[in-house]
């Protein structure tokens, strides 16, 4: 568990004025000192393989509460956060959400977990009512499906669908060019890899209409030894790969993969690899990967990215990851949505916040918008590029054109009975 301490004077300091009658010539300065603080609950995975997913998602947000509290926090209650380990399990992060709430007195939830664990975390919250901001699942239907709306949960995670038009879109031009006929896929097998991999052949086949997949595999989540996939996709012969592995999954494929020459053979489109926490632990990465943006400071191309990239440098000695900007942007809106609605009240936070925009570091445009349908963000700064071994990692970022994003992801939610 981490908390932060609240800025000021202490308790035992407190303690020690009243008792000595000094509380009474500075009522007004010892009653903000004593504004009861506000616990917001964060469970993460913290241990393990993606231990990093929690570390970098925890980072970020405390970089943010300090600044939201050094403004006076969220009308006038400083954050106090109340950080738990879920070890990537789907049932402890249920329970620990639930005991944040119930025995921990948490008002409002940022849920940093993966896919696996964030519909768990989501039941609990449609169960208490307690405000909840998804910040990594990216898995489609947490959002777009009806069936998952409740109106105290929103999601600051970009989703698959945005990344798999864009990308498709962009692979597709490529597979055109290059004569890029047969494809195999690979993703871990849980809902985001399901889920992604579908809507990104979806938008491939749409764009190329002539590309085949040849083969699918499916490893599982954390998986230790992927000697029997890249077997089984040498084997298949293909032109083009698919994957979209992440985190300690992702460079522990690309660092077994390397043994067997894999990339040399085929090109390759990894949706998750232009992130630092990719980019800076494969031990060979192999140049020319092409990869959706996650997090890099180049891209946007702004000096408000670039800046708030170097500032979380140069707080935890190394560079932000995607988990960090999502989860920094959940705080963000949960300090302009108290600012507009004038309370910390996990209610009226809600009601603000549905159709907010806000300006943004990783804003497309300099500005990110709380979809109100959906409760979902967009307007993100999205695209696709191919990497190198060393910085800036992805020198020339293809960038996605929203207006065609949700003109697509409208027609796809209405294939898929969510419109």
């Known amino acids: 568990m981490q908390r932060t301490r609240k800025p000021g004077i202490s308790r035992r300091a407190t303690l020690a004025l009243m008792g ?4 009474t010539f500075a009522t007004p300065w010892v009653a903000r000192a004593q504004a009861k603080t506000i616990k917001v609950g964060m469970p993460t995975i913290l241990s393990g393989r993606v231990a990093q997913l929690g570390t970098s998602s925890r980072n970020a947000v405390m970089l943010e509460v300090e600044k939201v509290n050094a403004a006076g926090g969220l009308a006038g209650r400083q954050i106090e956060m109340v950080i738990r380990d879920s070890k990537g399990a789907p049932q402890e992060a249920a329970r620990v959400a639930r005991e944040l709430v119930n025995t921990d007195g948490c008002e409002l939830l940022i849920d940093a977990e993966a896919s696996s664990g964030a519909f768990a975390v989501h039941e609990v919250a449609r169960d208490l009512g307690v405000f909840c901001i998804h910040t990594n699942s990216e898995t489609s239907a947490l959002t777009a499906d009806p069936k998952q709306h409740i109106p105290n949960a929103f999601r600051t995670a970009r989703q698959g669908v945005h990344d ?3 990308g498709g879109s962009y692979a597709a031009a490529i597979a055109k060019t290059k004569g890029l006929k047969k494809w195999a896929t690979c993703a871990p097998d849980y809902a985001y890899g399901r889920d992604t991999t579908g809507e990104f052949t979806l938008y491939l086949k749409r764009f190329a209409p002539d590309v085949e997949i040849i083969s699918e595999s499916w490893p599982k989540l954390f998986q230790p030894d992927y000697t029997e996939v890249v077997t089984k996709i040498l084997q298949a012969k293909p032109q083009a790969l698919y994957t979209c592995l992440w985190g300690g999954d992702l460079t522990s494929y690309i660092d077994q993969a ?3 020459a894999m990339f040399s053979q085929m090109e390759v489109f990894a949706v998750n690899m232009a992130d630092y926490t990719a980019l800076t632990v494969v031990k060979n990465l192999p140049k020319g990967i092409h990869s959706g943006n996650r997090y890099i400071k180049t891209y946007p191309a702004t000096a408000e990215n670039a ?3 170097d500032a979380y440098k140069a707080k935890y000695n190394e560079y932000p990851t995607n988990w960090s900007w999502e989860n920094a942007t959940a705080v963000m809106l949960i300090a302009e949505a108290s600012k507009k609605a004038n309370s ?10 549905r159709g907010l925009t806000i300006k943004s570091p990783f804003g497309a445009d300099g500005t990110v918008t709380m979809r109100a349908e959906d409760q979902t963000l967009i307007g993100y700064a999205i695209g696709w ?3 190198i071994p060393q910085e800036p ?4 970022v293809k960038p996605g054109d929203w207006k065609t994003i949700l003109e697509l ?7 898929k009975g969510y419109a």
């Open 164 to 166: 798999s038009i864009v």
């Open 393 to 396: 990692y992805v020198p020339d």
């Open 307 to 309: 800046a708030w990239g």
């Open 409 to 415: 992801e409208a027609e796809w939610k209405k294939s």
């Open 20 to 23: 000595t009658g000094a509380v």
């Open 258 to 260: 390397n043994i067997y």
């Open 344 to 353: 910390a009240d996990g209610k009226k936070i809600a009601e603000a916040m």
């Open 385 to 387: 590029g191919t990497t």
